[in-house]
Nanobody, 126 residues
Framework: QVQLVESGGGLVQAGGSLRLSCQAS????????MGWFRQAPGKEREFVAA????????RYAESVKGRFTISRDNAKNTLYLEMNNLKPEDTAVYYC???????????????????WGQGTQVTVSS
């Protein structure tokens, strides 16, 4: 059974940092692009960051560019999201996802991600 499990969320003050992890099990995603999305209450799931299968290419939403860094460790089958200078508007449930296509590029549409984790809550207080 394929599973993606996020961890690392929590409550942090504005300006603080958090590091999210997404551990995959059941199969390897080392040849699949992966990404982070978030969903705030009453809003649609939105793209945050994506990384291609090798880690050599990344894409970010404009709202997080320069503050968030996505990375992956294929040997550990783990995806990361380093979040710095957090703002109250970053408050959301953060989800990691994996694409289906092998050796694919970064994807920004959630429709390209058939595999999702259960999410981890990030709350930034002002």
């Amino acid at each position: 059974q394929v599973q993606l499990v996020e961890s690392g969320g929590g409550l942090v003050q504005a300006g603080g940092s958090l590091r999210l992890s997404c551990q995959a099990s059941g199969r390897t995603f080392s040849t699949n692009a992966m990404g982070w999305f978030r969903q705030a209450p009453g809003k649609e799931r939105e793209f945050v960051a994506a990384i291609n299968w090798s880690g050599g290419r990344t894409r970010y939403a404009e709202s997080v560019k320069g503050r968030f860094t996505i990375s992956r460790d294929n040997a550990k089958n783990t995806l990361y999201l380093e979040m710095n200078n957090l703002k109250p508007e970053d408050t959301a449930v953060y989800y990691c996802g994996a694409t289906r296509k092998r050796f694919g590029d970064c994807e920004v549409s959630p429709n390209e991600y058939p595999y999702w984790g259960q999410g981890t809550q990030v709350t930034v207080s002002s």
